[in-house]
């Protein structure tokens, strides 16, 4: 069983910049990929980026890249999500996601989950 806690969830305007933090405990950290994925009211979750195991390759929705990044530090079981520039559109509960591999987290499919940060983001 993996923990995962949210946090870093906030209001910001438009164009501005908010970094997420996801905490992980239970099994070992480093043995998973680890993702975000975002629900907006109305709308179905998606995907947003994940990571490597090792931090060396990810992936992110096309609604995303090149204003958002991925991070993870094994040694304090953290990831991180960096968001700038950030959008009305991008306003959604963030989820933490992880997965014993990369493929369940690009097909949305991650085997765990935590409880979420709020993002809101003014026009």
């Known amino acids: 069983q993996v923990q995962l806690v949210e946090s870093g969830g906030g209001l910001v305007q438009a164009g501005g910049s908010l970094r997420l933090t996801c905490a992980a405990s239970?099994?070992?950290?480093?043995?998973?990929?680890m993702g975000w994925d975002r629900q907006a009211p109305g709308k179905e979750r998606e995907f947003v980026a994940a990571?490597?195991?090792?931090?060396?390759?990810?992936y992110y929705s096309d609604s995303v890249k090149g204003r958002f990044t991925i991070s993870r530090d094994n040694a304090v079981n953290t990831v991180h999500l960096q968001m700038n520039s950030l959008k009305p559109e991008d306003a959604a509960v963030y989820f933490c996601?992880?997965?014993?591999?990369?493929?369940?987290?690009?097909?949305?499919?991650?085997?765990?989950w935590g409880q979420g940060t709020q993002v809101a983001v003014s026009s």
């Open positions: 996601t992880a997965a014993e591999n990369m493929g369940a987290l690009l097909a949305d499919t991650p085997a765990y």
């Open positions: 239970g099994r070992t950290f480093r043995n998973y990929a």
């Open positions: 990571i490597s195991w090792s931090g060396n390759s990810s």
